[in-house]
């Protein structure tokens, strides 16, 4: 079954001629991936959680570079703890939610956006959105550079 509201993300984004891909996250009634979306061109996701239904999260990865990486599994887990709240501090700063993950053996930082009223949920807010997570996306990458 298909919920109204990825039909409607997805015909917006065909309608702006965006190319997308659906993937599978058994914690999301469905989560799209548009490769290159925003400004920055950034692949960003656009959710909406299995336990918040009726809310749309746009969101995008931040990959941090090899030696960010090895740096940071370096660090002792207060050194660890220390940056993550560096992180989190930023970006409540540019008002982000931020979560911080591991995946295919990479250090991410995801940086997002919730779309939670009736009248943001609309073509516009949601490319408002994308914009928005895009220059996230950019602003947390330099963010990292400089700090790290």
């Given at each position: 079954m298909t919920s109204r509201m990825r039909d409607n993300v997805e015909r917006w984004l065909i309608h702006e001629g965006l190319s997308?891909?659906?993937r599978k996250n058994p914690e999301n009634?469905?989560?799209?991936?548009?490769?290159?979306?925003?400004?920055?061109?950034?692949?960003?996701?656009?959710?909406?959680p299995k336990a918040q239904q009726g809310i749309l999260v746009i969101g995008s990865k931040v990959i941090m570079k090899n030696n960010q990486i090895a740096r940071y599994l370096g660090f002792?887990?207060?050194?660890?703890?220390?940056f993550e709240k560096k992180v989190a501090?930023?970006?409540?700063?540019?008002?982000?939610?931020?979560?911080?993950?591991?995946?295919?053996?990479k250090r991410k930082i995801?940086?997002?956006?919730?779309?939670?009223?009736e009248d943001q949920l609309n073509q516009q807010g949601l490319f408002?959105?994308?914009?928005?997570?895009?220059?996230?996306h950019e602003k947390t990458a330099?963010?990292?550079?400089?700090t790290f």
């Open positions: 997308f891909e659906d009634t469905f989560e799209i991936l548009v490769k290159h979306a925003g400004p920055a061109g950034v692949p960003v996701e656009v959710f909406e002792s887990e207060e050194e660890k703890t220390k501090d930023y970006c409540y700063s540019i008002q982000a939610i931020n979560k911080n993950t591991t995946e295919d053996g995801g940086v997002y956006v919730v779309l939670d009223k408002n959105a994308i914009d928005r997570v895009s220059e996230l330099r963010f990292l550079m400089k």
